[in-house]
């Protein structure tokens, strides 16, 4: 069992930063692929990020290529997902989730949602114009 718990999530304008967390437990962080996601209301989820164990190989949607940054501490049990040049239509409920099946590989397709086994309860971001 992981279990996953976001923060960070908030209130900013257009063109703000903002980094969400995600904090991990119940199994070794290191030996596990991460990812974030995002549904806004209305819309599928759809996926932001991921990145693998070491963090070496990540990927991106590319709706928000150059703007994010996914990165990971595993001292720290943690995933961040660093948001800048923030637009409105980033607002949505982010998600993390793990992939435990993989042995912290990514998948030939990060994207997907069904490759991954554990999710988080999401934060809300919220971008003003």
């Known amino acids: 069992q992981v279990q996953l718990v976001e923060s960070g999530g908030g209130l900013v304008q257009a063109g703000d930063s903002l980094r969400l967390s995600c904090a991990a437990s119940?199994?070794?962080?290191?030996?596990?692929?991460m990812g974030w996601f995002r549904q806004a209301p209305g819309n599928e989820r759809e996926s932001v990020a991921a990145?693998?164990?070491?963090?070496?190989?990540?990927y991106y949607a590319d709706s928000v290529k150059g703007r994010f940054t996914i990165s990971r501490d595993n001292a720290k049990n943690t995933v961040y997902l660093q948001m800048n040049s923030l637009k409105p239509e980033d607002t949505a409920v982010y998600y993390c989730?793990?992939?435990?099946?993989?042995?912290?590989?990514?998948?030939?397709?990060?994207?997907?949602?069904?490759?991954?086994?554990?999710w988080g309860q999401g934060t809300q971001v919220t971008v003003s114009s």
């Open positions: 119940g199994r070794t962080f290191s030996s596990y692929a």
């Open positions: 990145i693998n164990w070491s963090g070496c190989v990540t």
């Open positions: 989730a793990a992939d435990v099946s993989r042995h912290g590989n990514l998948g030939l397709r990060p994207e997907t949602m069904s490759g991954y086994d554990y």
